[in-house]
């Protein structure tokens, strides 16, 4: 069974950093892009960041600069390291898998979704 567990997220204020880890179970890691989405009250859901197994990377304009993120096949693990924050970047947070790059950045259609993590900025 394949499992994706976000953690990290927390309250935080305007100016602020935080780390989020995603840990996959029950899949070849090393094999998928890995994404981060999120979703504000209120809004749709929203890519931020992508890595793919190459490690090359691509990002949301709106966080260009501030987050990046990394993953670690030898742990199984994505991260997701924002700074900065402001805000905006107030949201539940998902990692997302999936075997097909294109579809996950360009479309947000993963092949597994975590529970979601909560990132609150106060101003």
């Known amino acids: 069974q394949v499992q994706l567990v976000e953690s990290g997220g927390q309250l935080v204020q305007a100016g602020d950093s935080l780390r989020l880890s995603c840990s996959a179970s029950?899949?070849?890691?090393?094999?998928?892009?890995m994404g981060w989405f999120r979703q504000a009250p209120g809004k749709e859901r929203e890519k931020v960041a992508y890595?793919?197994?190459?490690?090359?990377?691509d990002y949301q304009d709106s966080v260009k600069g501030r987050f990046t993120i990394s993953r670690d096949n030898a742990k199984n693990m994505a991260y997701l390291q924002m700074d900065s924050l402001n805000p905006e970047d107030t949201a539940v947070y998902y990692c997302?898998?999936?075997?097909?790059?294109?579809?996950?950045?360009?479309?947000?259609?993963?092949?597994?979704w975590g529970q979601g993590t909560q990132v609150t900025v106060s101003s």
């Open positions: 997302a898998a999936a075997l097909r790059a294109w579809n996950l950045w360009n479309h947000g259609q993963a092949d597994y």
């Open positions: 890595i793919n197994t190459d490690y090359s990377t």
């Open positions: 029950g899949l070849t890691f090393s094999r998928y892009p």
